[in-house]
């Protein structure tokens, strides 16, 4: 039978996470929450510091935004982050601090989505729910030789029901934990390991040599690049750095003030003049690039010193302190580092 052969192997395979076996919805939540599009190396530190931080839903709830972007920061996708913090509150003052034991109920949270409801609602209540992710979709295609795309709607219904038959009755959780397994470690995208797969024997992708060939995959969306001047600006031991509008790519984070198009040294000075700051001539600070689901920020930094600083609640000048207290991007993590060189009178060479 499918389900004994997968779990017989997950129960031999499965790693020792600081999740695994969990069964505090709370925890399951959060760590569902941080897996996605994050590898479980990255998360496994991530996890720790954020529930010595907030051990429950109402510690959540009651902390400020900045101190829940300030544990998030590097995980990227920060939006998870505050939707997670508008669910904490939601749970805590209007359900009672306890979140919802069934799929619909989940997703009527902020920021979950079918994948994290049906992850929370098998692993902590063991409701009969898959929890559909890239890997669940990967292993069910070839399980069933799905030769449809799996970015239509009718496919990813079809590798649904096919799923939902699958799924053990009593070991549901597990049941995904281990799929997802299935998928991370043997069932790999483009080069499957067939000759080491515990449910080969029910795979009709591999009965029919078509494993390597399937899911067929949705054309990728090109990335869009764009060139950014950032500004490190200076003034009495402190820097300027601005608040990312909520809402929007990386909201509510702190950077140093950039701008599309402005990469040298004249349009950057002109872009502050419209923010109220006069700069003197600038120098270089380095390049860097980040890349983001659907674009690349290309950067060029430019150091200057200024005569005055603003203060705004958005637009503000830090010290070295200040600066390390705030939640940044990792897009800005070069540039961080050049100014708090500076900061510390260790100015990086030209
Ligand atoms: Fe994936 Fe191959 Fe296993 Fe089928 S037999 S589930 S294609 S690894």
Same mark, same amino acid.
């Given at each position: ?33 941080? +897996? ?69 109920? +989940? ?160 349009? +950057?000075?002109?872009? +502050? ?78």
């Amino acid at each position: 039978m499918f389900s004994q052969d997968l779990l017989a192997w997950h129960d031999r395979n499965a790693r020792d996470l600081p999740w695994r076996g969990e069964r505090d919805p709370y925890r399951i939540w959060i760590s569902e929450i941080m +897996l996605q599009q994050t590898t479980t190396q990255t998360v496994k530190g991530y996890y720790e510091r954020f529930l010595a931080a907030f051990p429950t839903v109402e510690a959540l709830a009651d902390a400020p935004e900045q101190a829940v972007l300030k544990l998030w920061e590097g995980l990227g996708y920060y939006s998870r982050a505050r939707n997670m913090h508008r669910a904490a509150k939601r749970v805590a003052r209007e359900l009672g601090g306890r979140l919802p034991d069934t799929a619909e109920g +989940l997703r009527a949270l902020p920021g979950v989505g079918e994948y994290t409801a049906g992850a929370v609602a098998s692993m902590a209540y063991g409701r009969r729910e898959l929890a559909m992710d890239g890997n669940l979709v990967r292993v069910l295609a070839r399980l069933t030789a799905e030769s449809g795309c799996v970015g239509e709607a009718a496919v990813k219904r079809r590798l649904r029901a096919a799923g939902a038959a699958l799924i053990d009755a009593d070991r549901p959780g597990d049941f995904n934990q281990a799929m997802m397994g299935l998928g991370r470690l043997v069932c790999l995208p483009g080069r499957p390991k067939c000759e080491a797969c515990p449910v080969a024997a029910h795979c009709a992708a591999h009965a029919r040599g078509l494993a390597g060939q399937l899911p067929v995959m949705p054309p990728k969306a090109a990335k869009r690049t764009e060139r950014r001047g950032v500004a490190l600006v200076f003034r009495g031991g402190r820097v300027l750095v601005r608040r990312r509008p909520a809402g929007g790519l990386l909201g509510g984070l702190w950077e140093f003030p950039n701008f599309p198009d402005a990469t040298d040294e004249a349009s +950057l000075a002109e872009c +502050l003049e419209e923010l109220g700051v006069s700069v003197g001539a600038g120098r270089r600070a380095g390049a860097a690039s980040h890349v983001f689901t659907h674009l690349v920020w290309k950067m060029e930094g430019w150091i200057f010193a200024a005569n005055a600083l603003p203060e705004a609640e958005d637009l503000r000048a830090v010290d070295a302190a200040g600066l390390a207290a705030l939640p940044m991007p990792t897009a800005m993590r070069c540039f961080r580092g050049a100014a708090e060189r500076e900061l510390a009178g260790r100015p990086a060479s030209p």
